[in-house]
């Protein structure tokens, strides 16, 4: 299984609206990460955790909150967003930070109103 | 500050055209280069990577990139394009930083749309 899948695929909601976007891979990797990506935009490395630790924050709002339950599984947690917000929310896993490629997910299609 | 750079952002070729596409990076240290590809309506996959040893390396569909480390590049080739080949292509540098965390940055891609 070489695939990370992302549920939902697309999300609306409110800006005083509690949501989660959720990650998960089987392929036994250590390294995952959430990217925002904007349209016509590359990536934008968001957070990077490495055995199920937090290790990479980019300056990223408090209104977005990762979490990382176990090695297979990632979330992001949403609150209170702003319109600015809305994008493609990209999840990915590596076998480790260092010399491997990621993989990537669909993509969670968030539009914040 | 540490980038990646893509000078052609939109490139038009007919089928059979040969393609190059830039990608030059600013770490000076230790650098792991990969290209990556973003069908229409599908995600983003990995065409072709570079660690270590030879500088040619190939990908799949027949892509391949060559890594020059005097000129910090890693330009992407592929010698007969085709329309499947539409898509928007990004370069990544996975690169170790003074804090000893590796970073992954993506360039600002590239949009190729191949006319039939």
């Known amino acids: 299984d070489t695939e990370v899948t992302q549920t939902p695929k697309h999300l609306v909601m409110g800006m005083t609206n509690k949501k989660s976007l959720k990650c998960e891979q089987h392929?036994?990797?250590?390294?995952m990460y959430w990217y925002k990506q904007k349209a016509k935009k590359p990536p934008e490395l968001m957070f990077v955790y490495s055995y199920e630790k937090l290790s990479i924050n980019e300056s990223v709002p408090s209104r977005f909150s990762p979490e990382c339950p176990n090695s297979s599984l990632l979330n992001l947690h949403l609150h209170a967003l702003q319109p600015e917000d809305s994008a493609l929310y990209l999840c990915?896993?590596?076998?480790?930070?260092?010399?491997?490629?990621?993989?990537f997910g669909p993509g969670t299609r968030l539009t914040v109103l | 500050a540490q980038s990646v750079s893509q000078h052609n952002h939109h490139v038009i070729l007919s089928e059979a055209a040969s393609l190059e596409l830039g990608c030059n990076y600013s770490?000076?240290?230790?650098?792991?280069l990969f290209w990556y590809v973003q069908y229409p309506g599908q995600h983003l996959q990995l065409l072709l990577k570079y660690f270590s040893g030879d500088p040619l390396v190939k990908g799949i569909k027949g892509f391949e990139a060559e890594f020059i480390k005097s000129k910090f590049s890693f330009n992407l080739r592929k010698p007969s394009v085709q329309w499947s080949d539409t898509a928007e292509y990004f370069c990544?540098?996975?690169?170790?930083?003074?804090?000893?965390?590796?970073?992954?940055?993506f360039g600002t891609g590239t949009r190729l749309k191949v006319l039939a």
């Open positions: 392929m036994g990797h250590r390294a």
């Open positions: 990544a540098v996975n690169a170790l930083e003074r804090s000893g965390t590796y970073k992954y940055i």
């Open positions: 770490y000076g240290g230790t650098v792991n």
């Open positions: 990915a896993s590596s076998q480790d930070r260092v010399r491997h490629e990621q993989f």
